[in-house]
């Protein structure tokens, strides 16, 4: 029996002590929820205030790559300006060097015309010089022809001159003699 009563009284002891623990550790639980909650908070503070933070991260990032993007629109809409012009100026001297090759090949003819014409005005020169000299001797020819024929009549001219005054004097008498036959007449 002595041990059941010591068994009854350690239980009762325990009984006692028990509802103290339970206590304690309630109270232990409430402090460490409390310490939990305080922590949680605390972590959802600065959960809340790293999101804030991505969000104005994210939202600068957004801002960031918006002008970025703008920007390589920009460079592309230029590039393609810059190939349409380099195309154009491509284009343009083509065409020019076609159109110089042309005037070039029309030069080149235009040379050879007028080298055909130099050599033909050239043989027209030395064909007109040469009937230029052979006009000039020839005038010269008729030229002296001319001054002996000239002076050949003005010795005929003066040759007759003198049967000439010769005649007019016998014509003058017999125009006076017709005259005088006339006044018989009369």
């Known amino acids: 029996m002595g041990?059941?009563?010591?068994?009854?009284?350690?239980?009762s002891i325990l009984e006692k002590q028990e509802p103290e623990e339970l206590q304690q550790k309630v109270l232990q639980m409430d402090s460490l929820?409390?310490?939990?909650?305080?922590?949680?908070?605390g972590l959802q503070q600065k959960l809340c205030s790293f999101q804030e933070e991505m969000i104005k991260?994210?939202?600068?990032?957004?801002?960031?790559?918006?002008?970025?993007?703008?920007?390589?629109?920009?460079?592309?809409?230029?590039?393609?300006?810059?190939?349409?012009?380099?195309?154009?100026l491509e284009e343009e001297a083509e065409s020019r060097a076609a159109?110089?090759?042309r005037l070039e090949e029309k030069l080149k003819r235009k040379e050879a015309?007028?080298?055909?014409?130099?050599?033909?005005?050239?043989?027209?020169?030395?064909?007109?010089?040469?009937?230029?000299?052979?006009?000039?001797?020839?005038?010269?020819a008729v030229t002296a022809q001319f001054e002996r024929y000239k002076a050949s009549t003005a010795s005929e001219l003066e040759d007759l001159k003198v049967p000439n005054v010769s005649l007019k004097e016998k014509l003058a008498k017999?125009?006076?003699?017709?005259?005088?036959?006339?006044?018989?007449g009369n």
Do not use: P, Y
Request: hydrophobic content about 30%; cysteine-free; proline content about 0%.
């Open 3 to 11: 041990r059941k009563s010591k068994f009854l009284k350690e239980r």
């Open 113 to 140: 015309e007028l080298g055909e014409s130099n050599a033909a005005h050239t043989q027209a020169t030395l064909l007109l010089q040469e009937k230029h000299n052979s006009t000039v001797q020839n005038l010269e």
């Open 57 to 88: 991260e994210r939202t600068l990032f957004e801002r960031e790559l918006k002008q970025a993007l703008d920007e390589l629109d920009k460079l592309q809409q230029k590039e393609e300006q810059a190939e349409n012009l380099l195309k154009q």
């Open 33 to 41: 929820l409390q310490q939990e909650k305080e922590l949680s908070s």
């Open 174 to 184: 017999a125009e006076q003699s017709a005259e005088d036959v006339r006044d018989i």
């Open 99 to 101: 159109e110089l090759k």
